[in-house]
């Protein structure tokens, strides 16, 4: 009651994996280093690995929209033609990255806590053949749903256009086959399921993406693609990088490689179900329940009760940090996070946290309703029956 822990419960930047924090300690190494170059070099491998993926991947430090805004200024022209899916706050930035460098952009709308149908993609595709690029989130983190990539990889892959997929919530919580999808650009961000602090963003490129980048004409500068890939073979980065957070995300990844990266999605999907059964037994509405990802679950407000209320009572009784709805779900929705270093028992913190903040605002709760739904989906699935002895 007087001792108040801080947890953080947000879909980004998400708890820190404590390995990976003691790294960072050692960052008093300098950069162009052979003993530097080591680790980048084998940072890269393992990021590799662990997306699954034989493609270049290249590392820049940054924030994933860093990435995001090297593979439009890398790839592509003025008036370049494109597909931007926009289903909430993050795709609502594709679409302001394209515009920003002058794509001639084909919207593609859905309303938020929905997603883009992959049938509409490929109607746009064969609507207009001159398509370039298309651009989606594989998790639409603003609102909890979660895009199906797989099938328009397939239909962007049939044309010449490449796909560009922002996976900065998705790697680690939902598979992803980089290169057997017609992922032609896969971004992924330090602060998510990797389970660092923000500031790094890395990306995959495809064979096909690379042609586009010798042909692509706008400026860009820092966030030079062929400059990275010379770098990054040489074991370094173009411009001074953050060697803490790259210490940091080494550790990381042989912990990721250690538990196995379908074991890490598969601990999100866990959570992801567990708390939108506890969520609904509570008897609230999931704010996505057609296409839930499992990054985050967004739930709706009570009736009458500002999402923001639950935010604060959250931090200010437990010290826990949620999340709000963004832009104009902000006071509609809240959301919970799975991505990362998060376990059951912070799951039945959470619920029973819930349950005590709707109580006291006046939501008929029985407490233990939630939690209930979450051990019991624990019990049956991580809890082996044992003989019992007279």
Request: proline content about 5%.
């Amino acid at each position: 009651m007087h001792i108040r822990k801080q947890r953080l419960l947000t879909p980004g930047p998400t708890p820190l994996y404590p390995p990976a924090l003691h790294a960072m300690m050692a960052a008093d190494i300098h950069h162009r280093t052979e003993d530097f170059r080591k680790v980048y070099r084998s940072t890269l491998a393992d990021l590799k690995e662990v997306m699954g993926t034989a493609h270049d991947v290249l590392m820049f430090a940054a924030s994933g929209t860093g990435a995001m805004d090297a593979a439009v200024s890398n790839l592509f022209s003025r008036g370049d033609k494109a597909i931007v899916c926009v289903a909430g706050k993050f795709g609502e930035r594709w679409a302001e990255i394209a515009k920003a460098y002058g794509l001639d952009a084909t919207v593609l709308s859905a309303p938020y806590g929905e997603v883009v149908a992959p049938e509409r993609v490929a109607a746009a595709l064969e609507a207009e053949p001159a398509t370039r690029g298309v651009f989606v989130q594989a998790s639409e983190t603003s609102t909890g749903a979660a895009h199906d990539v797989r099938t328009m990889g397939s239909a962007v892959a049939k044309t010449g256009a490449i796909f560009v997929v922002d996976a900065i919530t998705g790697l680690g919580t939902m598979p992803l086959d980089i290169d057997g999808w017609g992922l032609d650009v896969t971004i992924g961000g330090s602060q998510k399921a990797f389970m660092i602090p923000p500031g790094l963003a890395f990306m995959s490129i495809s064979p096909k993406a690379w042609g586009f980048a010798d042909s692509a004409t706008l400026p860009h500068y820092y966030f030079n693609l062929k400059k990275e890939k010379k770098s990054g073979d040489a074991g370094e980065s173009s411009w001074t990088p953050s060697t803490a957070l790259i210490l940091a995300l080494a550790e990381a990844l042989k912990y990721v490689k250690q538990l196995g990266m379908p074991h890490l999605i598969e601990n999100a999907q866990l959570l992801a179900r567990a708390t939108r059964a506890a969520v609904e037994k509570l008897g609230l509405e999931l704010f996505a329940p057609h296409s839930p990802g499992s990054s985050v679950t967004a739930v709706k407000a009570p009736p009458g009760l500002d999402s923001g209320v639950i935010v604060k009572e959250f931090r200010s009784r437990f010290g826990a940090v949620i999340a709000n709805g963004q832009g104009s779900m902000k006071g509609q929705i809240f959301r919970i996070a799975h991505l990362g270093y998060f376990d059951f028992a912070d799951l039945f913190a959470v619920i029973a946290e819930l349950e005590i903040i709707l109580r006291a605002n006046g939501f008929p709760v029985e407490f233990g309703t939630g939690v209930a739904a979450v051990e019991n989906l624990y019990s049956e699935v991580a809890v082996t029956p044992q003989a019992v002895h007279a």
